[in-house]
């Protein structure tokens, strides 16, 4: 016997987005002598070095290991022996990573979860942040300027280093022959200094460094830089070194949410997925076709599939990118060969792009690795979802069905819990809710995530709002959010201010009114409900965007 349940519903056409796969660090030669059952205990690592051969990992049990040539002690390990097997470095297990930077000497700079920053190795020109030009042999708290600072992000030139607070402050310090640090001289900077300057009373949320420069993306999505820029790579249409950051004037109206340094070019990622570079060009590496540098950022042609991702790194001269579909491209220095144009790639990661193609294959940034063998409780229910082996109940839905457990249900949701106390069928039929939407909710509910564009998780956000799910409904928000565009972008509003997603709603208003003459030419905009237009209409009057 089947139950029948009727539900509101709201109708999205199917799309699912294949989700990434973790990154394999057998990739790297420096990891080809761990035993497997020491690999499958890593969940971050980091590579780098002249020759990418020395590399930091991080265990599940926060146990953190170093191995290589120990240049100038940039293994932390309290000598300069170079070591074939892992050592542990004490002092840092325990603290949880959130970022790790390198630079060329080489030196290292780590962000914990504490907001601490941590500095060892090469330190010819103060880049450790001591105040001293020793180098450094263990890790080290850099504390002058910082004591009463969360640092969420650090990020290494060859010889500098800067780090970005809580409060979207940027302290820098070390090397500064061509402005790096953005003091307003060229005196190294033996201490951490913030970068005050124009960006005194800014909010920055990214930050990044190339060999000899800095950038820094602004809550605001503009986007400043400072330092060497002999290759154009600061993107403000002159080769003049800057010793303060300088705003990218050439990109006013564009919201930029990601930058990215290689060694003498740069990349930056727009809120609708576009890709500008700009810089040093001998190796194709901006992707445009040709060889020749660009000092003002170049829309770079990647087939108008939206970009979710972009990477370089300051030791190559190698640029990837990622879409939305999970689909990877890679351009510049590949291998010795130089590819101009994006060249799409089967890699599931910008990651794999670095330790297959990049000179020397190093990591551009942190990270995170997942086991093959062994899987965990929420990889193991992520499994069997909708899988008819072992389920005792199953959806029907649009015809088609979807195998779930009784138990889960009721563990995971009021709802199910409710309902499957009142009945004990195993087959229950459900109207009006698409099947695209229910199944994204009951696969929610094993995975802790969702897999959905922005367009149908308008439909999954009415069904968290209906089943008072308020972590989905957030979950919902997030995912729309990222696919928002100008296209969409008044669709987005009008949901969110139908669901009453406030946060949401604030993010859609203000990428319509950034946006604003692209919106208003849309056919969704035409077709705006009248209230909610003129509640618009008075509320971005208010925010300034009529003004001349």
Wanted: aromatic letters at 10%; glycine letters at 8%.
């Amino acid at each position: 016997e089947i139950v029948t349940l009727a539900f509101y519903c709201y109708y999205s056409p199917f799309f699912q987005l294949v989700s990434s796969s973790m990154l394999d660090v057998g990739k790297w030669p420096v990891f080809a002598l761990l035993p497997p059952e020491e690999l499958r205990l890593i969940r971050q690592a980091c590579v780098f070095g002249s020759a990418a051969n020395e590399a930091f990992y991080v265990t599940v049990n926060d146990e953190v290991f170093a191995l290589g040539t120990n240049c100038s002690g940039c293994l932390g390990l309290g000598d300069l022996q170079s070591t074939i097997e892992p050592r542990r470095i004490d002092v840092l297990c325990g603290k949880k990573i959130v970022s790790l930077s390198y630079g060329t000497g080489p030196h290292v700079v780590i962000a914990t979860a504490e907001g601490e920053v941590f500095a060892w190795g090469h330190n010819g020109y103060s880049q450790l942040g001591n105040g001293t030009t020793n180098h450094g042999l263990t890790p080290a708290l850099v504390s002058t300027n910082l004591l009463n600072k969360r640092v969420t992000e650090v990020a290494c030139g060859s010889h500098h280093t800067i780090a970005l607070t809580t409060d979207g402050e940027v302290y820098a310090w070390g090397y500064n022959n061509s402005g790096q640090v953005g003091s307003g001289s060229t005196a190294n900077q033996p201490t951490p200094r913030r970068v005050s300057s124009c960006l005194q009373s800014k909010v920055v949320v990214n930050i990044a460094c190339g060999q000899l420069c800095s950038m820094a993306v602004l809550d605001n999505g503009e986007i400043y830089g400072w330092g060497y820029n002999c290759n154009g790579q600061l993107g403000l249409g002159n080769n003049g070194n800057q010793q303060t950051p300088c705003r990218i004037a050439a990109l006013q109206g564009v919201n930029i949410v990601q930058v990215a340094c290689g060694y003498a070019h740069t990349l930056a990622l727009t809120d609708e997925g576009f890709v500008y570079a700009w810089g040093a060009n001998s190796y194709g590496q901006l992707g445009t076709g040709n060889k020749s540098n660009q000092a003002l950022p170049t829309l770079i042609n990647t087939d108008k599939e939206r970009m979710v991702e972009v990477a370089a790194c300051h030791t190559s001269h190698t640029s990837a990118a990622k879409t939305q579909s999970g689909q990877v491209l890679m351009w510049g220095q590949c291998r010795g060969q130089a590819v101009a144009s994006p060249h799409l790639t089967h890699f599931s990661t910008t990651d794999d792009v670095f330790a297959c193609f990049a000179t020397p294959a190093v990591t551009w940034h942190l990270l995170s690795v997942d086991g093959d063998d062994y899987l965990t409780v929420a990889q193991s229910l992520k499994k069997e979802f909708d899988s008819p082996e072992i389920s005792d109940l199953k959806f029907l839905v649009d015809g088609k069905c979807i195998h779930v457990h009784k138990a889960l249900l009721k563990i995971r949701c009021e709802h199910f819990r409710v309902l499957l106390n009142e009945t004990d069928e195993d087959a229950i039929e459900v109207h009006q809710f698409s099947y695209l939407v229910y199944r994204a909710f009951l696969e929610y509910l094993y995975t802790d995530s969702i897999n959905l564009p922005p367009e149908d998780a308008i439909g999954l956000l009415d069904l968290a709002t209906f089943y008072r799910e308020s972590r989905l409904k957030r979950l919902c928000q997030e995912t729309i959010k990222r696919g928002i565009s100008e296209d969409n972008a008044i669709t987005l509003l009008s949901a969110a201010v139908k669901y009453e997603a406030r946060d949401l709603e604030e993010f859609c208003f203000k990428f319509c009114v950034n946006h604003l003459t692209a919106v208003t030419q849309t056919q969704a905009f035409a077709d705006m409900d009248h209230d909610l237009l003129k509640n618009f209409i008075n509320k971005a009057s208010r925010y300034g965007a009529f003004k001349n």
